[in-house]
C-alpha cells in the first residue's frame, strides 16, 4: 500500500517537475511548482512526520507560491507566452542538470541507507523542546540566529518598502 | 440505544467479512470519502437556505417558502438547476486554470472537514497535528481564488482575486495567532485531545479572560477569512460585479457558492472545538449517551454561525484601507498581547478548573 502511494507521489513529483520548468505559461508553471511541493507534503505524511508535511503546505504551499501567483499576475498579461531560449543555452542547462543528477546519484548509491522498523511519529512538543535545549543535540543556537536573520529581514523589508518616507523628514504632506 | 459511530474500524470490519485486508482498506477510505462529500453537500445547500431565511428574518420578509414545507426543498432545487445550467467560458481565458481553480478551492475545504471530531468516535482523521493542519489547508483555499481571477481574463474578476488574497494572507495570521493562544492552554494540537482537555470545563471559561478576548479575534479574523460581509470586498457587488467569479456559470459557479458556505461551517466548527468543548455538553449533562455529542457539535456549531450570519446582516461593508488598519495596527499587536497575558496565566495556573 505505501509502496504504491509512494510510486504515484514520485510519478506526480516528476511529471510536474518537467512540466514546470517546460511550460510556455508563466502561471501554469507556477501551478505546477505548487503541485510538486504539495507532492513533497505528501512523501512527509507518508513518512508520518505531519508536522513538517504541514510547514510544508504553510510555508511553501500557502506562502510562496501566493507571493509568487502575486507578482506573475500583477506583471503578467493572460496572452503572453514566455519565451524559448537558445539551442545552446538549452544544451548548457541541460548538461549541468545531468552532472547534478549524476553526484546526486552517485551519493545515494555509495551510502548504505538503515531501515527503521518501528518509525514513531515525532510530536510536536518534541520538536519545540528540541528546538530550545541548549544540551548536546539542541538547537537553540540556529533558532535565535535565524530568528536575528528572519528580524533583520523584516526591518530591511521595511526600510525598502518605506524608501523616501524614512529619510525625508521635512515632507511632511506624506 | 447504542449507535457505533466510529466510522473507520465499523467500516473496515464490515467489508472485510467478504473483502481481502487491503481491497477493504480501500473500500473504507472510498467509502468515507462519499459519506464526507454527502455531508459536504447536504450542510452547504441547507447552509444556503438557512442564510437565506436568516436574511429573510432580520429585514422583515418571509423568505423562501414555495418549495417544498417552509421552503426546505429551495436550495434542492437550486442546485438541480445549476446542475443543468450550460458552462460558459470566455474564449481568452486559459481554459486549464479556468476549469482548475473551483477545485482548490473545494478540495481544500472538504480536506477540512475531515480532521473534525463530531463525536468522541465519529472522525475520519485524528492527526496529531489536527489544528496546524487545519491552518495549513486553509492557506491553500486562496490559491482557487486567485487562479479563478487571473484566468478568467476579466478586470473585475482580477481585481476581486487580488483583494482575496491580501485578505485572506493578513487575516490567516489573526486566525493562526488567536489559535495558538488558545494551544497555549492545551498543551496540544490534537483535536480529540483538546476536547479531552475541557472536561474540566470549556477552555473559554478555564482560560477567562484572554480566551474571550481570542475568541473575538478569532470571530472577527474567520468572517474575513471567509471573505463575507461586512469584509466582502472580493465580490463588492456594487463595485466589482461578482468579484472572482463573474465569469463562472452554472455548476462551476456553485462550487465556488458551496465551498464559501462550507468554510463558514469549518470556521464555525473550528472555534466550537478549540472554545466550546466541541461534542462535550454543558456541564456534562447527556455524558452517558455518547452519540448525542454529533447534536451538541452540530447545535454549537449553528449558534456559530448564525453569529457570522448576524455579522453579514448588520455590518456595512469595509473599504480596503480600513480592512487593512483593522488587522494590522488593531487585531495583530492586540493578539501578540494577549499570547502574553495567555502565557502569564497558564504559568501562574490562575486558570479556572472545575
Redesign the interface.
Known sequence: MEKIIFYILALILIVFAIASVTSKKMLRSVIYLLFVLCGIAGIYFLIDYNFLAAIQLTVYAGGIIVLIIFSVVLVHHIEMELELAKRSKQLLVGLACLVGLGVFLTTIHSHEFNVVENSVTTSTEEIGLGLLSYETGGFILPFEVISVLLLASMIGAIVIAKGKKLTDKNDTTL | MNISLNITTTITEFLSGFMSE?AA?IGTMVVIALIYLAIFAVAGLYLVLLERKVAAWFQLRLGPNRVGPWGLLQTMADALKLVSKELTGTV???K??YN?APYFVIVSSLMALAVFPFTKEFQAFD???GL??L???S??G??GI??G???S?NKFA?IG??RS?VQT?SY?LSVGLSLITMVLLT???QLSEIIEVQKNGWLIVQGHIPAIIAFMIYMIAGTAETNRAPFDMVEAESELGAGFHTEYSGMKFAYFFLAEFINMFIIAAVATTVFFGGWLSPFGITESIPWLGVFWFIGKTFMLVFLMMWFRWTFPRLRVDQLLTLEWKYLLPLNLLNIILMALIVWLNLTIQF
Open positions: 487491503g482498506n481568452k481565458a486559459d486549464f486554470l482548475l492527526i496529531n497535528i496546524f493542519f491552518i495549513a489547508i492557506s491553500i486562496v490559491i486567485l487562479l481571477g487571473w484566468a481574463n482580477l482575486a487580488m488574497g494572507i490567516e498543551g496540544t494540537l
